[in-house]
């Protein structure tokens, strides 16, 4: 299945960033949360699994989680 998320021009004008970047940014912050596998992440930021990782360690995020 599909979900749509809309996010509104407003909001991505105050925080500065595009859509892609807003994406990139949310999947970022799933996968860190433990929400999202890596594979799911990245594809929804539509990114490659390294250019996925090289977003993370951009952002200070482990690119890998260690234990449970």
């Given at each position: 299945g599909?979900?749509?998320?809309?996010?509104?021009?407003?909001?991505?004008?105050?925080?500065?960033?595009?859509?892609?970047?807003?994406?990139?940014?949310?999947?970022c912050?799933?996968?860190?949360?433990?929400?999202?596998?890596?594979q799911?992440?990245?594809?929804?930021?539509?990114?490659?699994?390294?250019?996925?990782?090289?977003?993370?360690?951009?952002?200070?995020?482990?690119?890998?989680?260690?234990?449970?």
């Open positions: 599909l979900m749509s998320l809309v996010i509104p021009d407003e909001v991505l004008e105050a925080s500065g960033q595009t859509e892609q970047e807003a994406r990139v940014e949310i999947a912050r799933m996968y860190h949360a433990e929400k999202w596998s890596k799911v992440a990245s594809r929804f930021a539509g990114l490659s699994r390294v250019q996925f990782e090289a977003a993370l360690l951009d952002r200070g995020l482990p690119w890998i989680h260690i234990g449970g």
